[in-house]
């Protein structure tokens, strides 16, 4: 009785034979691969000065053997490398909003402040003209009556709106 293995018809000769053969088989494809990956690579120079590379040496006769070394690819590590690279683009991009967001905050800050100071510019110049223009200043009393200013009194509270004017408005 025959059978077919693969593409050949092999006669039944028994498990064992048929191991062996398979066996047999496996081991001269691995050395075929192995040849087929193990050639020579020459590097040469032509008369232009441009580097070749070859699997046969050149016609001028300047050849240089190079190695070239093959080296399966760790897939688990490659799978390693692009989960953390996924994760740090996920963690730029976290960065990212956070930055913005920090950013677009700041600048609310700056507005806000920019208001306040524009606010109390307005009222140190109102304050400022009403103690230029007014000869008599007072103060009021917790008991409600007012308490003129003196002269001395008055001159320091135009100089403190002069100053107050300065701080806000410059």
């Not at 950013?103 to 208001?115: I, M």
């Amino acid at each position: 009785m025959t059978r077919y293995f693969g593409a050949v018809l092999i006669p039944d000769c028994g498990y064992k034979m048929m191991r062996a053969i398979q066996i047999v088989g496996m081991l001269t494809m691995i050395l075929l691969a192995h040849a087929s990956i193990a050639d020579n690579v020459f590097r040469s120079v032509d008369e232009n000065g441009l580097i070749i590379y070859s699997d046969r040496p050149s016609l001028n006769g300047q050849n240089e053997e190079v190695f070239i070394r093959i080296v399966r690819s760790n897939t688990t590590a490659i799978k390693a490398d692009r989960v953390e690279n996924a994760e740090l683009a996920a963690a730029v991009r976290i960065r990212k909003e956070f930055d913005s967001e920090a950013r677009d905050e700041q600048q609310s800050l700056q507005a806000a402040a920019a208001e306040r100071k524009a606010n109390n510019c307005v009222t140190a110049m109102n304050t400022q003209q009403k103690y230029n223009t007014n000869r008599r200043l007072y103060k009021e009393l917790p008991n409600g009556e007012r308490e003129y200013l003196s002269d001395d009194e008055l001159d320091a509270a135009r100089a403190d709106a002069a100053r107050n004017v300065k701080k806000w408005c410059s």
